[in-house]
């Protein structure tokens, strides 16, 4: 356990396989209401796009473009802060009457054409759709840290992240710093499918699941409060940055 408080638990499981050993970090939302998309106008760490009061767990959200700006629909709060687009990915985390769902884009477009969700995020791509492993396996697949949000047979949403050991430079009490081997260890995009397809001690199997960017831009803030009823603190970074967040917002 890295931080438990507010009802939600940030978690950290060793894993090891043939191809590569890390870690991976978990935290499930207690509710989808819960869930909150932050969105910057270009890129930045997370921290700056991380709540400014109250328990919370975010992860980077999902791509950018060469220009720095957003691909695919981003909604926050009601408010959508960039259009849905065939090219920003086949999937869609929505958020809307109390539901957590992760759409193909098309579907997500004609269910919201009249109107919006409280939340939405377009990322590159669906992982696992009913219980199967979308991604075809093929040779010389890249090898980078991941990050994925994930839903189960009982519609618990979870945010995880993976990264090989290689790829970590610094460790401390309140966090780790990640370095240029984010770019080149951890699982292929077909491993991190089935992994999550598979599940684990780290969550549940996934019944659908969503890739959000990897490899320089996988980051990881949370301050939840402790049995003291202090803020306590942690973070993973990487080099480089992110163009919005997934928020898991704690009980007050």
Do not use: C
Not at 52 to 58: D, E, L, N, R
Not at 77 to 98: E, K
Not at 199 to 225: H, I, Q, W
């Amino acid at each position: 356990m890295l931080l438990s408080g507010a009802g939600l638990e940030l978690r950290s499981f060793p894993y090891r396989s043939s191809t590569w050993s890390g870690r991976i970090i978990s935290v499930s939302a207690p509710k989808a209401s819960a869930i909150a998309i932050r969105h910057a106008e270009s890129p930045a760490r997370l921290r700056t796009l991380a709540p400014s009061s109250g328990p919370f767990v975010a992860v980077n959200g999902g791509f950018y473009d060469r220009d720095g700006k957003a691909m695919g629909v981003v909604v926050s709060d009601g408010t959508q802060r960039r259009p849905w687009s065939r090219g920003g990915g086949s999937g869609v985390l929505a958020i809307a009457d109390g539901a957590a769902l992760i759409l193909h884009r098309d579907e997500y477009k004609r269910r919201f054409a009249d109107k919006r969700p409280a939340q939405a995020l377009q990322s590159i791509d669906r992982l696992v759709d009913d219980g199967r492993n979308l991604v075809r396996q093929r040779g010389g697949m890249r090898r980078t840290a991941r990050v994925a949000i994930v839903i189960d047979a009982r519609n618990t949403v979870s945010a995880i992240v993976a990264f090989d050991d290689a790829a970590v430079v610094a460790s401390r009490s309140d966090g780790l710093e990640l370095g240029d081997g984010v770019d080149t260890t951890g699982p292929t995009l077909w491993e991190w499918g089935a992994l999550l397809a598979r599940g684990g001690d780290f969550a549940n199997p996934a019944k659908t699941a969503l890739n959000l960017d990897g490899g320089r831009s996988v980051y990881v803030e949370a301050r939840l409060r402790t049995d003291s009823r202090k803020n306590t603190h942690f973070r993973i970074e990487s080099p480089g940055r992110t163009i919005n967040s997934v928020v898991i917002h704690g009980s007050d």
